[in-house]
């Protein structure tokens, strides 16, 4: 591949173009992984309070605090969003 086609190629992508994808990517990775731990943290919650129903008040407590926690990572994943969005 000649060096002058890969140097064209580069100045066609533009700065907002790359901030876009990046924005994608940013809320999509980011939502996924808070998807994935919401349901290990709920799955796991039930089948605690399944085992130990006494334990519940515990369980809740504990499960709600880890529900913020992930689902704070969901919300700074589209706080990121937006900043590349506002990007020019």
Known sequence: ???NTVTQAAQLIS???LAKLGA???VGLGTLGSGVGIGVIFG???ESAARQPEALPLVQRLMFTGFAL???QALYALLITFILLAAK
């Open 15 to 17: 700065t907002a173009a």
């Open 44 to 46: 796991k919650s039930i």
């Open 70 to 72: 992930v689902e704070a």
């Open 24 to 26: 994608g990517l940013a």
């Open 1 to 3: 591949m000649d060096t």
